[in-house]
């Protein structure tokens, strides 16, 4: 049974900072970040590849890391500069391949607020 548990959410002010962690049960060629807004749509963030290949939404670039501690099937991302509007359930999604759906953790919530 996969599993997958993000950690790392709270309320954080604007222009603060944030770091997710995403534990995993076993590793995976993938790993992504998605968000999701009350009423919205859950969108991507960003993925990282074997190799340590990443790619960014443009809504966060510049101001997200993703990064993966192989050894410790872990997951992290790292959001700077941080936004009312990246106030969000953040999951983490795990797949070998890209056109598979893959697994996807319960979320953890991000609240930017003064």
């Known amino acids: 049974q996969v599993q997958l548990v993000e950690s790392g959410g709270g309320v954080v002010q604007p222009g603060g900072s944030v770091r997710l962690s995403c534990l995993a049960s076993?590793?995976?060629?993938?790993m992504s970040w998605y968000r999701q807004t009350p009423g919205g749509q859950r969108e991507p963030v960003a993925d990282?590849?074997?190799?340590?290949?990443?790619n960014y939404a443009d809504s966060v670039k510049g101001r997200c890391t993703i990064s993966r501690d192989g050894a410790a099937d872990t997951t992290y991302l790292q959001i700077n500069s941080l936004k009312v509007e990246d106030t969000a359930v953040y999951y983490c999604?795990?797949?070998?391949?890209?056109?598979?759906?893959?697994?996807w953790g319960r979320g953890t919530q991000v609240t930017v607020s003064s």
């Open positions: 990282i590849y074997t190799g340590d290949v990443v």
């Open positions: 076993r590793g995976f060629n993938i």
């Open positions: 999604r795990a797949r070998e391949r890209v056109w598979e759906e893959g697994y």
